[in-house]
């Protein structure tokens, strides 16, 4: 065969790859400014691509001879901060030292029997406890796992006379009628508009539980209540996660989404919309990125702000250039055991793989004009838990410690960063 006489055509490279991965569209039409690999990347601020940091171990002893698989920032109150972390069974308090917490009976006056048998814990502080006279704490939820309140411990409920340390939520607060201290087990927690709202809990997994106003252990006082979402979304779907954006409560279930309006006063709250067809496959997902908040869902990474907008005409998700292979990946995963941060320094998303050790990292700076985020997969870090501070550094979850993401090795050892277009 002849080859047609045509001029070769020069196109200007500045920046390769600065679109992101892309193993989706046919590599034959694909824009070069498209990475058709990319591992191990960040898109910088300039919009280029460029390699991820590294990690090194902030804890240097305690451990759980296991991974952390739960990370949160715990505010005193006093413009200090506690690291309260779980693992291998086991809570925690510290970071550079992990001090292994045990949980304490309704009088502080002994541990308590409880048995930690999972570690994907979801961990809220409500904002509105913290000031001159109040005292901070943080709610702990998992399945199968009655709640827990760090705190500061008191020979009785709420007197703050102790320590920080953790009970169970029923024996210094109220669990909601119909339940006791061992059988209200949520797997889902949101601390917002001055109350606590939780939700699925085992069978009961189409309710949504409320506190009373300012007293977020309080599920039986005046002002506390319930959302049943029965006959709200079809097909009895279960909950999976609750989020506040703009005076909504934001109700994810599995395949609808249910959103709420005037959740700051709870009597006059009402149903505003339903996003059928659409649902959140794994709690630990969510992320607000200010504007917007970010969901795993079965079709891929989307949008809350742009699945509203696009209710009715074809949904595009945020993660489209790499759709078939991050839905692949997902249907191998634990979902209870996927997790994910808003690092806002780097104006990234993360989101964990831990069954195939990928971790995909999405540009939100700037999207493409598609709307979708710039995609690059980071194949060798393997965070099991994220947590993004408040001082602006990113921790991650490792074996037997906290880690922060820093430097450009892997705990001492090189890692690779490579792409082409």
Not at 45 to 63: E, L, N, Q, V
Not at 104 to 127: C, G, K
Not at 393 to 399: A, D, E, F, S
Request: aromatic letters at 10%; one cysteine or more.
């Amino acid at each position: 065969g002849i080859m047609p006489n045509k001029p070769l055509q020069s196109i200007s490279l500045t920046s390769p790859g600065y679109f992101g991965l892309n193993n989706q569209d046919s590599p034959v039409t694909l824009n070069p400014a498209f990475a058709t690999q990319a591992y191990n990347g960040v898109i910088d601020k300039f919009g280029r691509i460029g390699a991820r940091k590294g990690w090194t171990y902030s804890t240097t002893s305690g451990g759980t001879s296991s991974s952390i698989r739960a990370l949160f920032q715990f505010d005193n109150g006093d413009a200090t901060y506690t690291i309260l972390s779980a693992g291998n069974g086991k809570l925690f308090t510290g970071e550079t030292t992990l001090t292994e917490m045990p949980v304490r009976n309704s009088d502080d006056s002994a541990d308590l029997s409880y048995t930690i048998s999972a570690n994907n814990w979801q961990i809220v502080q409500p904002i509105y406890d913290s000031g001159l006279n109040l005292s901070p704490h943080a709610y702990f939820v998992q399945k199968n796992h009655p709640p827990l309140v760090f705190h500061e411990l008191g020979a009785t409920a709420h007197a703050h006379t102790g320590s920080l340390g953790f009970q169970r939520l029923g024996d210094v607060g109220t669990v909601p009628s119909g339940y006791t201290v061992t059988t209200f087990m949520p797997n889902c927690a949101l601390a917002a508009y001055g109350r606590m709202f939780m939700a699925d809990i085992g069978a009961d997994n189409n309710t949504v539980y409320y506190s009373a106003l300012l007293e977020p252990d309080n599920f039986t006082a005046v002002g506390s209540g319930f959302i049943n979402l029965e006959q709200v979304v079809p097909g009895g779907d279960k909950i999976v996660a609750l989020a506040a954006h703009n005076n909504f409560l934001i109700i994810f279930c599995q395949n609808n989404i249910a959103i709420y309006s005037n959740a700051d006063n709870i009597d006059n709250l009402q149903l505003s919309d339903v996003i059928k067809g659409v649902g959140c496959i794994a709690r630990d997902s969510i992320q607000s990125i200010g504007t917007d908040i970010l969901f795993l869902s079965n079709s891929g990474l989307r949008s809350l702000g742009r699945t509203i907008q696009e209710k009715s005409s074809p949904m595009r998700d945020v993660s489209k250039n790499v759709r078939d292979q991050f839905l692949l990946t997902l249907t191998n995963e634990n979902k209870d055991e996927i997790r994910s941060v808003y690092y806002e320094l780097d104006a990234f998303y993360l989101v964990t793989m831990p069954t195939s050790q990928f971790t995909y990292c999405f540009d939100v700076r700037a999207p493409l004009e598609d709307g979708s985020f710039r995609a690059t997969i980071w194949d060798t870090i393997n965070p099991t838990a994220l947590l993004a501070t408040r001082n602006r550094r990113l921790l991650l979850g490792k074996p037997n410690g906290i880690a922060l993401y820093n430097g450009y090795q892997d705990n001492g050892s090189n890692y690779t960063f490579s792409y082409f277009t």
